[in-house]
T-cell receptor
Framework: EPEVTQTPSHQVTQMGQEVILRCVPISNHLYFYWYRQILGQKVEFLVSFYNNEISEKSEIFDDQFSVERPDGSNFTLKIRSTKLEDSAMYFC?????????????FGPGTRLTVL | GDSVTQMEGPVTLSEEAFLTINCTYTATGYPSLFWYVQYPGEGLQLLLKATKADDKGSNKGFEATYRKETTSFHLEKGSVQVSDSAVYFCALVYGGATNKLIFGTGTLLAVQP
């Protein structure tokens, strides 16, 4: 069964450093998402992406965050200057369509630790 | 705004016990409803979904019915196994222009042999 994959599984970085989290979507999926889960809290939506454009972003997704699909397969989330409060599990998800009946399939996540 | 509320965990059960995890939602429109499961060390997996009122989603012995009148989507299983130990998330989505999943806080289920 096709899967969403994410790398790295765990990233440790110093405050103020840039990080790039990578996701490989399921091959025929066109809609891509990032979510995050701070330890002990809810899974929160960050951004959705379709046709090389951001469709929707949350208040969390400020100017420090960016997404792109650099090579037609990977989907990346960049945090320009990490803060302590960015420490969380980051999940990539992908779906075939954007209907409310379409399932979003999640990757295993990247645990980001900012020191 | 739209939100999902789940019962607090952890829920601890003995093997073969009956499971209910309550989920209620607040929505301005007509969302689809989902249950996702997260096994230790893994990502979120879709467990089941329902896309309209009175629909019942089912998978692996788990069931949930979309109740519009009570705005609920409670997860049930008749006989849990140790392998069901995981965190369970209830979520809703509208689709279209705003296709983000809105999650509840998650409920940790621990099944003891």
């Amino acid at each position: 069964e096709p899967e969403v994959t994410q790398t790295p599984s765990h990233q440790v970085t110093q405050m103020g450093q840039e990080v790039i989290l990578r996701c490989v979507p399921i091959s025929n999926h066109l809609y891509f998402y990032w979510y995050r889960q701070i330890l002990g809290q809810k899974v929160e939506f960050l951004v959705s992406f379709y046709n090389n454009e951001i469709s929707e972003k949350s208040e969390i997704f400020d100017d420090q965050f960016s997404v792109e699909r650099p090579d037609g397969s990977n989907f990346t989330l960049k945090i320009r200057s990490t803060k302590l409060e960015d420490s969380a599990m980051y999940f990539c998800a992908t779906s075939e369509g954007d209907r409310r009946t379409d399932t979003q399939y999640f990757g295993p996540g990247t645990r980001l630790t900012v020191l | 705004g739209d939100s999902v509320t789940q019962m607090e965990g952890p829920v601890t059960l003995s093997e073969e016990a009956f499971l209910t995890i309550n989920c209620t939602y607040t929505a301005t429109g007509y969302p689809s409803l989902f249950w996702y499961v997260q096994y230790p060390g893994e990502g979120l997996q879709l467990l089941l979904k329902a896309t309209k009122a009175d629909d019942k989603g089912s998978n692996k012995g788990f069931e949930a019915t979309y109740r519009k009148e009570t705005t609920s989507f409670h997860l049930e299983k008749g006989s849990v196994q140790v392998s069901d130990s995981a965190v369970y998330f209830c979520a809703l989505v509208y689709g279209g222009a705003t296709n983000k999943l809105i999650f509840g806080t998650g409920t940790l289920l621990a099944v003891q042999p």
